[in-house]
């Protein structure tokens, strides 16, 4: 276990009746004061790996622990977990005050303290003026900041966040990404979200959990996931990725030379594997990675471009190498405004020190 793990899912699996596999030998070590993301398309298991964090759901097996205690079997109320709740669940016809004082109305607490801890809470989230508010008054983005009001008023130790963004608009969405980054900082708890939004992802987390059927793909930083994806599935869920199926060349210290059909390749290899001279493998290539120019030169490989799309500072530019392989290339705009149409040919290459990963499975 990690020295310094708050809360380890210890070979967690979940079936549910009918024999759906919600999670598959799931291992996870939470660190303190981390804002970890479960990221995957839906379906995956991220909510069920909150619900068995929270007690809500018991494993099939395996077990969870806090801070080294196993608390499998403690009920979610004696864990000191809160979640925010992707439907929010907040009571319509209550006042926003009651709606965070009711976590603490199960605890020993005097009437006085109970509302400056609501305060306080409502203070941290940018809503003291809301007190008497009715719930059923406010827009979404205040009913979202009541829920994590009302979270945060029983300071747990590790705060659980289903999708808490997903029903806002794409611009409140981002202003409330940075909101909740900065919540998670002052608070220094423990935060776990999750989200299906790989962008979200990317701009929020410390660290993030790539999930698929049930079973975790990597764990990393956010960069790290975004340079060196482990998977070819990370490698396609995380931006945009060229996989481009290319024969082994030979070796030159760190450096693995592929050729994909004539386009000459680059990549590294995480695990260390050297494969054995003519073996195919697969090279994940970002669009930013690649080259465009109107002539062929050193290290290039004629493709024909096939679609054009304005991205602003970037065109995105799909092209077919020689063999009919698909590849998306982002090129910069020209200063003289001409660029590449459909039909003619691009001379596309490597960008010197791209970091192309060498993908498994
Ligand atoms: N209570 C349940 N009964 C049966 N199947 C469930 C139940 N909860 C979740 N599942 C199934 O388990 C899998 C994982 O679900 P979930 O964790 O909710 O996914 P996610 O949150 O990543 O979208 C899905 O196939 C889902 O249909
Ligand atoms: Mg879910």
Same mark, same amino acid.
Request: proline share 5%.
């Given at each position: 276990m990690?020295?310094?793990?708050?809360?380890?899912?210890?070979k967690?699996?979940k079936?549910f009746p009918?024999g759906?596999?919600? %999670?598959?030998t799931v291992d996870?070590?939470?660190v303190?004061g981390e804002?970890l993301t479960l990221?995957?398309p839906?379906?995956?298991?991220?909510t069920?790996?909150?619900r068995?964090i929270?007690?809500f759901e018991s494993?099939?097996?395996?077990?969870?622990?806090?801070?080294g205690?196993?608390i499998?079997g403690?009920?979610?109320f004696?864990r000191? /977990?809160n979640?925010? $709740?992707q439907d929010y669940?907040l009571f319509?016809?209550?006042?926003?005050?009651?709606?965070v004082?009711?976590?603490l109305?199960?605890? &020993?607490?005097?009437?006085a303290?109970?509302?400056?801890?609501?305060?306080e809470? +409502?203070?941290?989230?940018?809503l003291?003026?809301k007190?008497?508010a009715?719930v059923?008054?406010l827009?979404?983005?205040q009913?979202?900041?009541?829920?994590?009001?009302?979270a945060?008023v029983?300071?747990p130790r590790? %705060?659980?966040?289903?999708e808490p +963004?997903?029903?806002?608009?794409? =611009?409140?969405r981002?202003?409330m990404q940075v909101?909740? &980054?900065?919540?998670?900082?002052r608070l220094g708890?423990?935060f776990?979200?999750v989200?299906?939004?790989q962008t979200e992802? %990317?701009?929020i987390?410390d660290?993030i /959990?790539?999930?698929?059927k049930g079973r975790?793909e990597?764990?990393a930083?956010?960069?790290m996931?975004y340079?060196?994806?482990a998977t070819r599935?990370?490698?396609?869920f995380?931006?945009t990725?060229?996989?481009?199926?290319?024969?082994?060349l030979?070796?030159?210290g760190?450096r693995?030379h592929?050729?994909a059909?004539?386009l000459p390749?680059?990549?590294t290899s995480?695990?260390?594997e050297t494969?054995?001279?003519?073996?195919m493998?697969?090279?994940g290539v970002?669009?930013?990675?690649?080259?465009?120019?109107g002539?062929?030169?050193e290290?290039? *490989?004629p493709?024909?471009?096939?679609?054009?799309v304005? =991205?602003?500072r970037?065109?995105?530019?799909h092209?077919?190498?020689g063999q009919?392989?698909? @590849?998306? @290339?982002?090129?910069p705009?020209r *200063?003289d405004g001409?660029? $590449?149409?459909?039909?003619d040919?691009?001379?596309v290459? %490597?960008?010197?020190g791209?970091?192309?990963?060498?993908?498994?499975s």
């Amino acid at each position: 276990m990690a020295p310094d793990a708050l809360v380890r899912l210890d070979k967690v699996s979940k079936a549910f009746p009918g024999g759906v596999v919600g %999670l598959d030998t799931v291992d996870l070590d939470i660190v303190m004061g981390e804002f970890l993301t479960l990221l995957g398309p839906s379906g995956c298991g991220k909510t069920t790996s909150l619900r068995v964090i929270a007690g809500f759901e018991s494993p099939s097996s395996g077990n969870v622990l806090l801070e080294g205690r196993d608390i499998t079997g403690l009920r979610p109320f004696d864990r000191p /977990v809160n979640t925010v $709740f992707q439907d929010y669940a907040l009571f319509p016809h209550m006042d926003v005050a009651a709606n965070v004082g009711f976590g603490l109305s199960l605890r &020993k607490l005097t009437g006085a303290e109970q509302a400056k801890r609501v305060r306080e809470a +409502l203070d941290m989230v940018g809503l003291a003026d809301k007190l008497r508010a009715r719930v059923s008054e406010l827009s979404g983005g205040q009913r979202q900041r009541v829920a994590l009001a009302r979270a945060i008023v029983c300071e747990p130790r590790v %705060l659980l966040l289903d999708e808490p +963004l997903s029903a806002l608009d794409a =611009h409140l969405r981002e202003q409330m990404q940075v909101e909740l &980054k900065r919540l998670q900082s002052r608070l220094g708890t423990t935060f776990v979200m999750v989200t299906h939004d790989q962008t979200e992802a %990317l701009s929020i987390s410390d660290r993030i /959990v790539v999930m698929n059927k049930g079973r975790i793909e990597q764990i990393a930083p956010p960069a790290m996931l975004y340079d060196r994806p482990a998977t070819r599935f990370v490698a396609s869920f995380i931006g945009t990725m060229n996989l481009l199926q290319s024969r082994f060349l030979g070796r030159d210290g760190e450096r693995l030379h592929f050729a994909a059909g004539d386009l000459p390749l680059e990549a590294t290899s995480d695990s260390g594997e050297t494969p054995a001279a003519g073996d195919m493998r697969t090279i994940g290539v970002r669009p930013e990675d690649l080259l465009v120019a109107g002539e062929a030169g050193e290290g290039t *490989a004629p493709a024909r471009v096939s679609g054009v799309v304005f =991205h602003g500072r970037t065109l995105r530019l799909h092209a077919e190498l020689g063999q009919g392989t698909p @590849i998306v @290339i982002d090129a910069p705009r020209r *200063a003289d405004g001409s660029q $590449f149409g459909v039909g003619d040919v691009a001379y596309v290459s %490597l960008r010197r020190g791209a970091n192309c990963p060498m993908l498994s499975s």
